[in-house]
């Protein structure tokens, strides 16, 4: 395992496309969510809603990059017929998709700890100057505070969930776009068809399974008892999907030539 696991963080360190996704991930989450809290405003008839979430929304755009790279950190070995090299090198299939795995998911929890802690940064310094204060029931955020913690470690892990999952799909899948598809429909559409749906079982249920929907409920720190789906219970959701992804992908890996 440990020379695979250096195998693929040289591969990861030595080409320019991770890095430059890893900075785009943390540019865009912060970006969004510095967006986000300059425009809200708190006015006399009152302050309402979930500052923490809101000063983590950059994380839904930031993880559409997160997929690109999982998705191209072994569709782009297939691409460019790499992938014979390494098998070759390493013909133990499980242990080389174990390696990728682990490896992208250290990047992108790196990343995304970054990218979490400079948007909470952005909303601690923002917000009370659009009158979010102490005085009217919105203290200045804090990783001391327990659920704006559990909000911030989630969202790190959820990221870290969601590469994992485009990985699964793109072992299984092979080719760049055609999985960077489906992932990404997995995550934006699902949220968009629970909305067009009348019935409010269905509506519930989807935002209950989505990858997304489910797995943010992480970033909730207020009124959870009115969500479809508890946090944790919400980031288990995802992690089944990345599971099932990186299962089908292995499988698969494992039976047909490379």
Same mark, same amino acid.
């Given at each position: 395992?440990? !020379?695979?696991?250096?195998?693929?963080?040289?591969?990861?360190?030595? /080409?320019?496309?991770?890095?430059?996704?890893?900075?785009?991930?943390?540019?865009?989450? +912060?970006? @969004?969510?510095?967006?986000?809290?300059?425009?809200?405003?708190?006015?006399?008839?009152?302050?309402?809603?979930?500052?923490?979430?809101?000063? =983590?929304?950059?994380? $839904?755009?930031? $993880?559409?990059? +997160? *997929?690109?790279?999982? /998705?191209?950190?072994?569709?782009?070995?297939?691409?460019?017929?790499?992938?014979?090299?390494?098998?070759? +090198?390493? !013909?133990?299939?499980?242990? *080389?998709?174990?390696?990728?795995? *682990?490896?992208?998911?250290?990047?992108?929890?790196?990343?995304?700890?970054?990218?979490? @802690?400079?948007?909470?940064?952005?909303?601690?310094?923002?917000?009370?100057?659009?009158?979010?204060?102490?005085?009217?029931?919105? !203290?200045?955020?804090?990783?001391? &505070?327990?659920?704006? @913690?559990?909000?911030?470690?989630?969202?790190?892990?959820?990221?870290? @969930?969601?590469?994992?999952?485009?990985?699964? *799909?793109?072992?299984? /899948?092979?080719?760049?776009?055609?999985?960077?598809?489906?992932?990404?429909?997995?995550?934006?559409?699902? !949220?968009?068809?629970?909305?067009?749906?009348? &019935?409010?079982?269905? $509506?519930?249920? =989807?935002? $209950?399974?989505?990858?997304?929907?489910?797995?943010?409920?992480?970033?909730?720190?207020?009124?959870?008892?009115?969500?479809?789906?508890?946090?944790?219970?919400? =980031?288990?959701?995802?992690?089944?999907?990345?599971?099932?992804?990186?299962?089908?992908?292995?499988?698969?890996?494992?039976?047909? &030539?490379?």
């Amino acid at each position: 395992m440990r !020379p695979a696991l250096h195998a693929e963080w040289t591969k990861i360190r030595t /080409v320019a496309s991770p890095l430059w996704l890893l900075l785009g991930t943390v540019v865009a989450t +912060v970006a @969004l969510s510095a967006g986000a809290t300059s425009m809200v405003r708190c006015t006399s008839t009152g302050c309402g809603g979930d500052m923490t979430k809101l000063s =983590l929304i950059g994380v $839904q755009l930031g $993880q559409a990059l +997160v *997929v690109i790279l999982g /998705v191209l950190v072994i569709a782009g070995e297939y691409s460019t017929g790499m992938i014979r090299t390494t098998l070759a +090198v390493m !013909p133990r299939r499980a242990t *080389v998709l174990a390696a990728k795995a *682990v490896t992208l998911a250290g990047v992108v929890a790196a990343a995304g700890t970054i990218a979490v @802690l400079g948007s909470l940064l952005a909303g601690r310094l923002l917000l009370p100057g659009h009158a979010f204060t102490t005085a009217r029931g919105h !203290p200045a955020l804090s990783l001391a &505070d327990g659920p704006t @913690l559990r909000a911030a470690l989630g969202s790190v892990l959820y990221l870290a @969930l969601i590469a994992l999952l485009s990985l699964g *799909v793109a072992t299984a /899948v092979r080719d760049s776009a055609t999985s960077i598809g489906i992932v990404l429909g997995l995550l934006y559409l699902v !949220p968009v068809l629970s909305q067009m749906i009348g &019935d409010p079982r269905w $509506q519930r249920l =989807l935002q $209950q399974i989505g990858p997304m929907s489910a797995g943010l409920a992480i970033q909730a720190t207020t009124d959870l008892h009115s969500l479809p789906i508890g946090p944790w219970a919400g =980031l288990g959701v995802t992690a089944g999907w990345a599971a099932a992804a990186l299962l089908a992908g292995g499988l698969l890996l494992r039976g047909r &030539d490379a």
